[in-house]
């Protein structure tokens, strides 16, 4: 059985680390931690490391070429480790989702974004991606500056639990239940709903019951 290969997608250098388009390199951060991966090494111009999942050993890789390029470190590594496209996961930053929100989904087109749109030219489109949304600006104009901002504080409070999830469930994605994983992380982060105060009980002569 072939290893798997989950890539997350991202700038390299603490100038990009807290941009939305850096979610992707969170993600597999967050997966090394949570599932103690080996420590992240130099190689076929990424950070990988190697762990397991489910059984299966998996390569976390975080391409150091810059986004418009990433297709050149994934082809170097599923080329020295024979890994087929559909042993690829990749999890990217997604504009047209909500924040918060994650997406699985096998094949398709590139949408644009210049990361995938590398992806697609060195193995092709039959990969796997985790789609983590960020949000869309309001103007398309913006979209640029969107990805490459920081996160805000205020995006702490989903951005948190939403890579707990990831880590959490990302067993899931190596035994290739990719819909279980969809509604667990779901499952995990929807907001909790405030209680509506309890009317207090009265008795008769208008004083509150016991």
Do not use: C
């Amino acid at each position: 059985m072939s290893r798997l290969l989950f890539v997350g997608l991202g700038n390299p250098g603490p100038a990009y680390a807290g941009n939305r388009h850096n979610i992707g390199f969170m993600a597999v951060d967050a997966i090394a931690l949570r599932h103690r991966f080996g420590p992240f090494r130099a190689k076929f111009q990424s950070h990988l490391a190697e762990g397991s999942l489910s059984g299966r050993t998996v390569l976390l890789l975080k391409p150091q070429t810059f986004m418009n390029v990433s297709g050149q470190a994934v082809a170097a590594a599923t080329s020295f480790y024979k890994i087929p496209p559909e042993d690829v996961l990749v999890f990217h930053d997604e504009i047209d989702l909500a924040a918060a929100k994650v997406r699985y989904k096998v094949g398709g087109g590139h949408a644009g974004h210049n990361g995938l749109r590398s992806l697609h030219a060195h193995i092709g489109p039959d990969y796997r991606r985790v789609r983590l949304g960020v949000g869309r600006p309001g103007s398309k104009n913006e979209v640029i500056d969107h990805v490459l901002d920081d996160f805000a504080k205020a995006d702490r409070v989903w951005l948190t639990p939403l890579l707990d999830a990831i880590a959490e469930y990302a067993p899931l994605l190596a035994g290739g239940d990719g819909e279980a994983f969809m509604s667990k992380v779901a499952l995990a982060t929807r907001p909790v709903k405030e209680k509506a105060p309890r009317e207090r009980k009265q008795g008769g002569d208008g004083r509150d019951g016991v």
